[in-house]
Nanobody, 125 residues
Framework: QVHLVESGGGSVQAGGSLRLSCATS????????MAWFRQVPGKEREMVAT????????SYAAPVKGRFTISQDNAKNPLYLQMSNLKPEDTAMYYC??????????????????WGQGTQVTVSS
């Protein structure tokens, strides 16, 4: 059973930085995707960044491109999201997700198989 646990959220002022971590366990497949999503109350969960399981081919949503970096050294190590130059509109619950697939990682939230419990990020102006 795949298990994902996020950490690293918190409160920060605009312009600050945070690094989110996602500890993974139970991933036995060789090919897949890892992703970070975020959600604010009343809105759909939106993709922030994706990467192939174990690293490679990072991709970012337009609002975070150039400010956020997704990384994973290998399939057994944690997934990270380095967030810099944070803005109040980045305030959300951030979720780690995983999917067993050999195809594209550019998928909607409901297409991902496994989820963590989320970590809150709050950016004040």
């Amino acid at each position: 059973q795949v298990h994902l646990v996020e950490s690293g959220g918190g409160s920060v002022q605009a312009g600050g930085s945070l690094r989110l971590s996602c500890a993974t366990s139970g991933i036995t497949y060789q090919y897949g995707c890892m992703a970070w999503f975020r959600q604010v109350p009343g809105k759909e969960r939106e993709m922030v960044a994706t990467i192939w399981l174990g690293g490679g081919n990072p991709s970012y949503a337009a609002p975070v491109k150039g400010r956020f970096t997704i990384s994973q050294d290998n399939a057994k190590n944690p997934l990270y999201l380095q967030m810099s130059n944070l803005k109040p509109e980045d305030t959300a619950m951030y979720y780690c997700a995983a999917k067993h697939t050999g195809g594209s990682c550019q998928l909607s939230a409901h297409q991902y198989d496994y989820w963590g419990q989320g970590t809150q990020v709050t950016v004040s102006s």
